[in-house]
């Protein structure tokens, strides 16, 4: 069933529209929420919905409890490629949990955070942006790693980044969720603007298995193994940045180990030749982000990876 979040008026007798499809059967009150589309250039989570919703639809029999699935917190962003809302100069992953009296994005805000309240697990899916690569990972606040790491095991991921709490977390929605008792997970994968069929099909994989560990899907997914995924915790994340302008080349692909002193790629002058930097692995690990865009400056962000 598909049921209006949100409906707000916007100028010139429009409206803005926030949709979700609720897929409820059996006779368990457990709800599970998969939320995407805070990022209107993140759309690895638009694959997951449209093959949740299908999946799910097709075999009804084996839900018991209720799928809440939300494939743009950001419309107007995904309408026009934005990251923010377009008009407002906002990150909407900034502006939670919002407040009833305050600008039409806050509003917005506090009425998605009160809408997902109570569910018994959220999932908020989000991509790269369009300079970075990600392997499939959760992304977890150390003040709630021992609740959720259990869980973020069940989803088919490659990493657990449990990363130290920040004073700019604090105004994003699973901070604000997690804060009410409400469990969330963050995803991040893949690219900005594009779409993974792969890490989409895994996600959707460990959505289901994550579902059935809490009793919501009746059925495993049987003739799909589920990865045994690498944990960080604490200061295990190397970063790699540039220390030149210029243009990036790499013939290496993230998720594989790398050795320290191994060269990951180089920056190179398309107008002299030169190399100005040939770019080396900082510690032995896991390379789980790596750079996807190759023109970078001085201090970019080139690759993290994770000490073993």
Known sequence: MIKTVVSTALPVDERLLIKKNVISHGNSDRRI?????THGDELEGQYVCFRLNQIVQQNL?????TLEIYPALNPMGIDSITRGIPGFDLDMNRIFPGNPEGT???QVAYTLIHDLQGADMVIDIHSSNIFLREIPQVRINVQTADKLVPYAKLLDVDFIWVHEAATVLESTLAHSLNSIGTPTLVVEMGVGMRINHGY??????GILN???AMGVWTEAPGNISVSAPTVSVGNQVN????DASGVFLTEIKNNMIVEK?????????PLTGEVFQSVEATTRGLLFTL???????????LARIHQL
């Open 33 to 37: 929420c998969v939320v995407t589309g």
């Open 104 to 106: 039409m994005a806050e």
């Open 261 to 269: 002193g191994e060269k990951i790629g180089e920056i190179v002058s």
């Open 239 to 242: 970063f790699i940045n540039a």
């Open 291 to 301: 750079r996807a865009y190759p023109i970078v400056y001085q201090g970019s962000l």
């Open 210 to 212: 994550l579902m059935h």
């Open 200 to 205: 989409g099909n895994r996600l959707v994989n």
């Open 61 to 65: 029999d084996k839900l018991d409890g």
